[in-house]
């Protein structure tokens, strides 16, 4: 492990445990850090995800997310989930950029979600061969922003996440 994954390792678990709102003693397991993606198994549930934080800006705050989940005992792989950094507009689309591709999500408040496994899996096919990915909606004080996500590192982190349940079922 580089110095800079071993650097990255608390601030990741730590996402996952707030993330999943389980207390410390509940954490759970990490199955690596890549880059800026990191690939956790809760076999409680079970599941595995591989998540990431967007890249942050000066002044930007870093409350977002996007994860890839694996849910093996109702079959879902590769499902996309992102929380947006603010509220956006109920109104307002919001949109996916990865790579050259482009992606309407289906929207809560500050969750997003592709509209349906076809597009989960052309979204993380899109990752597997992009260098980012940026979600653009307008806030509800009316102002557009983008979270932005640096991919390097997100494939081995979604394959790690789906070796970690290929056994739970």
């Keep these: 492990m580089r110095f800079a994954d071993a650097m990255r390792l608390p601030a990741a678990l730590l996402l996952a445990i707030i993330l999943s709102g389980a207390p410390p003693a509940q954490a759970r397991d990490s199955l690596g850090i890549f880059d800026g993606w990191g690939a956790f198994r809760d076999p409680s549930t079970p599941r595995c995800y591989a998540i990431a934080q967007p890249t942050v800006r000066r002044g930007q705050d870093p409350r977002g997310f ?8 109702q079959r879902l792989r ?3 989930h992102f929380r947006l950094s603010r509220p956006h507009q109920p109104k307002a689309t919001v949109t996916l950029n990865v790579g050259e591709r482009r992606f309407t999500l289906v929207a809560g408040q500050v969750d997003a979600w592709a509209p349906d496994a076809r597009a989960d899996a052309a979204i993380v096919a899109a ?7 940026s979600i653009q909606t307008v806030a509800a004080d009316g102002r557009a922003f983008a979270d932005s996500y640096a991919l390097r590192g997100a494939a081995t982190a979604i394959d790690a996440a789906a070796l970690g349940c290929a056994r739970i079922g």
Excluded: I, Y
């Design 66 to 73: 996007a994860s890839v989940g694996t849910w093996p005992r």
């Design 78 to 80: 590769g499902q996309m």
């Design 127 to 133: 990752m597997r061969s992009a260098s980012s990915m």
